[in-house]
């Protein structure tokens, strides 16, 4: 059989299985067997390759599959669920990577055979160089902010904004030169470089709490990065995978926006919270925040009907799902109705909040929203706010002003009590204070929140 | 424009298409999966990483940017679905109990 036309029916079989895939991956019934779907697309692709005649030598390409197949196994395997953003931010720097490379290859391959560059190959292969690069580059920086190697915190000043700008220009510039004046080699190293230091500045000024939009943005970028690989190579399975990657990561970037009520343009060049907003601290005069402990905890949670979790960051820190759910537990057994209340973007990544308590085996119908517990919240006796800040600031709703201000939150302010256990009284990642410390109603348990939510539920099995 | 090139733009922007219309609705829950199942599949360049190491030929310089290539791409299949599947069987064992 000639394999030259199976491989592209193959290909074409395997795009339908990636689309199906996605579409399960939505549901919660499907989504074990759309993942699995579109392995099996994934795995006729690879073998569809392999067949095809353009391959002339196996030795190399067994010892690649074999070394990043063990390699991404373990990963996969041993990684912490509160580590998945790390894990996906690097995903998605390597899949960026590979596109970007298989671009040079065949860039470098035209170059050896003596051939000019034909305007649409050329453009492919600049436009696959700029996003595989842009992406790879952006993702180990916005890794690097997740594991605290890389400050978290906004970076932002004039210049680097006009190095980026400078550096964008002289991308494109030596993309033109190279496509239609027949630049040479040293150009298109030089828009390599350019295009990796352009991610490094595109992710840098973003701080950490805007980090669910980036690595959002980032999935999206790297679907983007493949089909422009399949652009280079003529093949519309990665046109069509890459495009739909595209598309999903697109999705999520703006569910992750509406969450903030910001616009992407606003995430990416607002530096939000690098020092610039108003009431940063200072201002704590005549503010008293009324710290409680663990035994007043217990009895204030023990008694009461309905309790409300809220698990932010923090949570993810501390790494203190289990915790939270063995308190929950103890406060079920009790009879007192428990609900944990997550806000979308609570965490690092999309979904962060779900994939932990998931992992603690919290039981699917005690999962709510916002939208679910705001109207309801005057009839909360307790909400229990455990390493989240931002997503808990009346200042929101009721400052105009505020860099925050229209952000959806959870209007823990309005339980009959709330605790807040924290660390300390310091300011979220907004960067502004949180009147709910202050309130009335409002408790603050200082600590780690595994180690607080261990000693209250210590003291709940006393009662 | 050659009509490669013009195919090429056509599947694109329909699969582009196509992919805005099949998630427009995702529940939280599910986020972190969709990102990461995705993921592995924007992985698909693992293809095109098998074409670069196999026609490289002499090239040694082709050869290694086809392995780079070829071992990150796999990275990103392998442990993007296997990632995933994992977090979907905790979603499915909680559902159970």
Redesign the interface.
């Known amino acids: 059989m000639d394999f030259g036309t199976v491989t592209p029916l193959v290909y074409l079989l395997s795009a339908v299985l990636f689309i199906f895939g996605i579409k399960r991956l939505g549901h919660p019934e499907t989504a074990a067997k759309g993942n699995r779907l579109a392995s099996v697309g994934m795995l006729l692709a690879i073998l569809a390759t392999l067949l095809d005649r353009q391959i002339l030598d196996f030795t190399w390409i067994i010892a690649g599959l074999v070394a990043g197949g063990l390699i991404g196994l373990v990963m996969a395997k041993t990684i912490k669920m509160t580590a998945m953003p790390e894990m996906v931010a690097v995903f998605n720097g390597f899949g960026g990577a590979a596109s970007g490379l298989v671009a040079t290859g065949e860039y470098l391959r035209i170059m050896d055979m003596g051939g000019t560059l034909a305007i649409d190959a050329g453009v492919s292969i600049m436009a696959g160089t700029l996003i595989g690069a842009v992406t790879f580059s952006g993702s180990m920086i916005a890794y690097g902010k997740l594991q605290g190697f890389v400050t978290g915190n906004a970076v932002s000043n004039p210049f680097v904004r006009l190095l980026a700008i400078l550096l964008a220009a002289f991308a494109i510039g030596s993309a033109v030169y190279l496509v239609g004046f027949g630049g040479d080699l040293p150009f298109y190293w030089s828009l390599v470089g350019s295009a990796l230091i352009l991610g490094v500045l595109f992710v840098i000024p973003i701080g950490g709490a805007d980090m669910p939009v980036v690595i959002a943005l980032l999935n999206s970028y790297s679907g983007l990065a493949a089909a422009a690989a399949g652009f280079v190579l003529e093949n519309n399975a990665l046109i069509i995978s890459g495009a739909l990657v595209g598309a999903s990561g697109l999705v999520l970037t703006n569910i992750m926006c509406r969450a903030m009520n910001r616009s992407l343009v606003n995430v990416l060049f607002s530096a939000f919270g690098a020092g610039t907003a108003s009431g940063v601290t200072g201002d704590d005069g005549d503010k008293v925040a009324t710290s409680i402990e663990a035994e007043d905890s217990a009895m204030i949670l023990g008694y009461a009907s309905q309790v409300v979790f809220v698990p932010g960051y923090g949570l993810a820190v501390a790494q203190a799902q289990h915790k939270i759910r063995e308190l929950a537990d103890l406060l079920t057994a009790r009879g007192v109705n428990v609900k944990y209340c997550v806000h979308p973007v609570a965490g690092r990544m999309p979904g962060h909040m779900n994939v932990l308590l998931a992992e603690a085996n919290v039981p699917y119908d005690q999962l709510c929203e916002p939208e679910d517990v705001n109207p309801d919240m005057e009839n909360i006796d307790v909400a229990v706010v455990v390493g989240a800040n931002d997503v808990v600031n009346p200042l929101a709703r009721d400052d105009a002003s505020s860099p925050i201000a229209g952000m959806p939150i959870i209007e823990t302010d309005r339980a009959k009590t709330c605790i807040v256990i924290k660390r300390s009284l310091s300011v979220g990642y907004a960067a502004i204070d949180n009147p709910l410390f202050y309130k009335e109603n409002n408790r603050m348990f200082f600590g780690d929140a595994a180690d607080a939510l261990g000693l209250i539920a210590e003291e709940v099995k006393q009662l | 424009?050659?009509g490669?090139?013009l195919?090429?733009l056509y599947?694109?922007?329909l699969?582009?298409?196509?992919?805005?219309e099949?998630?427009?609705?995702?529940?939280?829950?599910?986020?972190?999966?969709?990102?990461?199942?995705?993921?592995?599949?924007?992985?698909?360049?693992?293809?095109?990483?098998?074409?670069?190491?196999?026609?490289?030929?002499d090239?040694p310089?082709?050869?290694w940017?086809?392995?780079?290539?070829?071992?990150?791409?796999?990275?990103?299949?392998?442990?993007?679905?296997?990632?995933?599947?994992?977090?979907?069987?905790?979603?499915?064992?909680?559902?159970a109990?």
């Open positions: 424009m050659t490669t090139l195919i090429g599947v694109f922007v699969a582009m298409l196509v992919g805005l099949l998630i427009t609705k995702v529940p939280p829950t599910l986020h972190t999966p969709l990102m990461s199942g995705s993921n592995a599949i924007s992985g698909i360049s693992i293809v095109g990483a098998l074409l670069v190491v196999g026609s490289a030929g090239s310089l082709m050869r940017i086809g392995l780079a290539a070829l071992i990150l791409a796999t990275i990103n299949v392998v442990g993007g679905f296997v990632v995933t599947d994992r977090m979907l069987q905790m979603f499915k064992s909680k559902d109990g």
